[in-house]
């Protein structure tokens, strides 16, 4: 089973930055799949940002593109989210996810497998 542990949310004025964090519990040798999903108050659950096992695919919401980078440590089994240009609309529960299959960047939540507990990130006006 692998756990997933967001950090790095808070609030924050537009236009600012942060810099969130997923730590994945234990190094596998079973490649897999990660992504950033987020959801805000009375709306569903929605994708933000996927990467490949390897780094080297990455695919974005059309809502972030240009803002937001997604990148991974595979030594430190640790996957990140740069979020610049913060927005109001950004605020939302960000949730990080892995599946063990890696054949795509996956975009829809149905196709992961493991779920963080999520780190709320309040973007001020």
């Known amino acids: 089973q692998l756990q997933l542990v967001e950090s790095g949310g808070g609030t924050v004025p537009a236009g600012d930055s942060l810099r969130l964090s997923c730590a994945a519990s234990?190094?596998?040798?079973?490649?897999?799949?990660m992504g950033w999903f987020r959801q805000a108050p009375g709306k569903e659950r929605e994708f933000v940002a996927a990467?490949?096992?390897?780094?080297?695919?990455?695919r974005y919401a059309d809502s972030v593109k240009g803002r937001f980078t997604i990148d991974r440590d595979n030594a430190k089994n640790t996957m990140y989210l740069q979020m610049n240009s913060l927005k109001p609309e950004d605020t939302a529960v960000y949730y990080c996810a892995a599946v063990s299959k890696i054949y795509n960047v996956y975009a829809g939540a149905n196709d992961y497998d493991y779920w963080g507990q999520g780190t709320q990130v309040t973007v001020s006006s």
């Open positions: 990467i490949s096992w390897t780094g080297g695919e990455t």
């Open positions: 234990r190094r596998t040798v079973t490649p897999y799949t």
